[in-house]
């Protein structure tokens, strides 16, 4: 299971998330493995049996206003059962002010216990987004991931055979990397991959007898991209004349990645071929497809609409002559 330490969340900069620590830093390194938060109004009422104490617990203004409303040793009861929970952070929205009595117990069990300006709805939206991406299943893979036309294409083969010098290519026609030689990969929602390269080679491109190369320092930041979606598959294998190769496009081959099918095809690798152009029209391709236009199925069409049309008049003259 994935999980992140509190930590983290003091030190994001990115999701502005505008969290003070107040009280509970010996628990910092507590882990969260859940991406989605959790409100403490149904703890504080007593009802505590699906309080998950490795989720992110927030308290906003309508939890803070039942608190208030509490006797003195009511609110004393609730503040040790919150403490007793040994919960892994705790947030207080709209900079409400914090009981002594929660404090101190935060501090003394040491739970993280933050403090925002945000109201509850709007922290939740970017909590949820930065846990959603620091909590998702991740996978690596030895490949190649090029924005082209604004498809996410991941090119896959084997050590040798050309990838990274298909994608220099690519580059040089205006299309941007995002990795080279490893690709990170992320599992955003059920059915999104968000590639990315890792951090000490990112933008970096190894050619065979060039080296390693920069390609931000080459071509200019228009030439990379951070992260893409990936949504082609492009393998590239050696052609082998015993093989048989989709000539029509018809068959629909997967790949599987963190339990996500995507699209794929086999590009046999000749000296003859082109094969940044065959990956610019595959692109083109894939674009049509999602807009609802396939080029093979339509070919299909008009081919049996012939062949009908030919046997009908086959038929009609056949009957004539009897």
């Not at 299943?137 to 490949?143: D, E, K, Q, R, V």
């Not at 015993?242 to 081959?253: K, M, S, V």
């Not at 049509?288 to 070919?299: I, N, Q, R, T």
Request: aromatic letters at 6%; a neutral charge.
């Amino acid at each position: 299971m994935n999980s992140l330490v509190v930590q983290d969340l003091e030190q994001d900069q990115g999701f502005h998330l505008g969290l003070t620590l107040v009280a509970g830093r010996k628990g910092l390194k507590k882990k969260i493995t859940h991406p989605q938060v959790q409100k403490m109004g149904l703890a504080m009422a007593g009802f505590t049996h699906f309080t998950n104490p490795h989720r992110l617990q927030v308290i906003g203004n309508s939890e803070a206003a039942y608190f208030r409303s509490l006797a003195p040793e009511l609110q004393d009861k609730v503040i040790r059962r919150i403490g007793d929970l040994d919960l892994s952070c705790l947030v207080i929205t709209r900079n409400l002010d914090i009981p002594e009595m929660l404090f101190r117990e935060a501090e003394e069990k040491g739970i993280p216990l933050f403090r925002t300006s945000l109201s509850s709805t709007e922290f939740i939206g970017r909590i949820s987004k930065f846990l959603e991406e620091k909590l998702a299943s991740t996978h690596s893979l030895h490949g190649v991931l090029m924005d082209v036309f604004g498809v996410g294409v991941l090119i896959l083969g084997k050590s040798g055979i050309g990838k990274s010098e298909c994608a220099l290519d690519l580059i040089l026609r205006g299309h941007r990397l995002v990795a080279d030689d490893m690709v990170s990969i992320q599992k955003r929602s059920p059915n999104v991959l968000i590639g990315s390269g890792f951090e000490v080679i990112r933008h970096h491109m190894e050619v065979r007898g060039l080296g390693i190369i920069n390609i931000r320092s080459l071509f200019g930041v228009e030439a990379i991209r951070e992260q893409k979606k990936i949504e082609l598959v492009m393998e590239l294998v050696e052609w082998d004349t015993e093989q048989e190769y989709d000539r029509l496009g018809f068959e629909e081959e997967k790949y599987t990645i963190l339990e996500i099918e995507l699209p794929m095809l086999r590009i046999p690798v000749t000296p003859a071929r082109n094969l940044t152009t065959i990956i610019e029209v595959a692109a083109r391709n894939h674009l049509l497809k999602v807009m609802g236009y396939d080029s093979a199925l339509e070919f299909e069409k008009k081919l049996i609409r012939k062949m009908e049309e030919r046997g009908g008049n086959k038929f009609e003259g056949e009957g004539k002559a009897g």
